[in-house]
């Protein structure tokens, strides 16, 4: 396999980490590169002295690392490249997050990829193709988006234990205002509770909510009236 150097928007995370003082194994588990390359990127950045103050622009750190021979690595094609078109109409046209993606793509596709390795493939669109976005204006009161989605294993103080969790959040349209929780279940008890948890929060509730088509919500999907969940009592 040719050897090269990694993506600018790679190296520009890796020495994000860096400056933050994350240790070579912990950059590597979270960027995919090895932890031998990364303690090469940390001499180099140490020589540039790149650990400091502003991180400098792509075209900028790209000139710099034209002269950087000795930190070449072996790259491999992303496993989200098969999917590009797929996730360039979720970020273009649903606007979803790299969360929302990274679960769709497993649960719909059978994506065996890592959740970092679709963020990093969006880095790297964001940073080819520059996305113009028109702002879409919303009255007060009228509107919240709800996402919901899983989000790993996380601790539970109650049996004390990793558990799947999802995590919930509610977004005000119009302030961008938000109300997040992570809980671990998504019976249709838990989704209301969220729902009416929110909306104390906020000290209010919004004339209408929009939903991501979620599964906890949305019985069948249709192409105008989708079947909502029922409470049971």
């Not at 491999?76 to 590009?84: D, H, I, L, N, T």
């Not at 929302?100 to 790297?124: A, K, P, Q």
């Not at 558990?163 to 349209?173: D, E, H, Q």
């Not at 906890?216 to 192409?223: D, N």
């Amino acid at each position: 396999m040719a050897k090269r150097r990694l993506e600018v928007v790679d190296v520009r995370e890796i020495l994000r980490q860096l400056r933050m003082e994350e240790s070579d194994r912990q950059i590597a588990s979270r960027t995919g590169a090895s932890r031998s390359t990364v303690a090469k990127y940390r001499n180099w950045a140490k020589e540039k002295d790149l650990l400091r103050d502003v991180l400098p622009a792509p075209g900028i750190l790209d000139n710099l690392l034209k002269g950087a021979e000795d930190i070449v690595v072996n790259t491999q094609v992303s496993k989200a490249e098969p999917y590009r078109e797929l996730i360039e109409r979720m970020l273009r046209e649903q606007g979803c997050t790299g969360q929302v993606i990274f679960e769709r793509l497993r649960e719909n596709h059978n994506f065996d990829g890592s959740y970092w390795s679709i963020i990093r493939f969006i880095r790297r669109l964001e940073e080819k193709e520059p996305e113009a976005f028109i702002r879409m204006e919303t009255a007060p009161g009228k509107q919240a988006q709800v996402d919901f989605g899983y989000a790993g294993k996380m601790f539970d103080p109650l049996i004390k234990k990793l558990r799947r969790a999802w995590g919930f959040m509610m977004t005000l349209s119009c302030s961008r205002h938000q109300f997040g929780k992570f809980v671990f279940d998504q019976k249709v008890e838990t989704w209301l509770s969220l729902h009416r948890e929110a909306f104390e929060f906020f000290g209010g509730v919004p004339k209408e909510i929009v939903l991501d088509n979620l599964k906890a919500a949305i019985v069948k999907a249709a192409l105008y009236e989708p079947h909502v969940t029922k409470e049971h009592t």
